[in-house]
């Protein structure tokens, strides 16, 4: 297959380019220390300052096959501390405002046991080891 994702699957061009946006730049830091091409501050995709924050949050108070998940306090804590290095400074302020209803989304689309169980056996066999 050749072309573009847009092209292939015939959706529109904005929607596509949003989202290269997003797996592209979603690593970047609002101090330039981030990758994969080390952007800075406006540099950074909006939608990509977005997702970073989005990411983060997910990725600290998400169970994973590899560590436990964080409490929302923590992960907020971890968030503000990054506020103007990690995350851009007034997407930090509208978390804050905004952090109930990120806590209640995480709630609604948490694994449940059995999806996490399942996780940990697609990881085990993806490593070809038994672990238990």
């Known amino acids: 297959m050749a072309g573009s994702a847009a092209v292939q699957l015939g959706g529109p061009a904005d929607f596509f380019d949003i989202a290269k946006e997003l797996v592209h730049s979603h690593h ?12 800075k ?9 977005l997702m970073s924050i989005a990411d983060v949050y997910d990725a600290l108070i998400s ?14 804590k971890i968030i503000v501390e990054g506020r103007g ?9 509208a978390f804050l405002d905004l952090q109930h209803a990120f806590q209640n989304i995480a709630h609604r689309y948490a ?3 059995d999806e996490l169980a399942e996780k940990v056996d697609f990881a085990i066999s993806a490593i070809g080891q038994d672990l238990s």
């Open 63 to 76: 169970p994973r096959v590899y560590k436990p998940a964080m409490l929302h306090t923590k992960a907020v």
């Open 41 to 49: 501050d406006l540099q950074i995709p909006i939608p990509a300052r």
């Open 85 to 93: 290095s990690f995350f851009a400074p007034e997407l930090v302020d």
């Open 28 to 39: 970047e830091k609002w101090d330039g220390s981030g990758y994969p091409q080390g952007l």
């Open 111 to 113: 694994d449940t046991e």
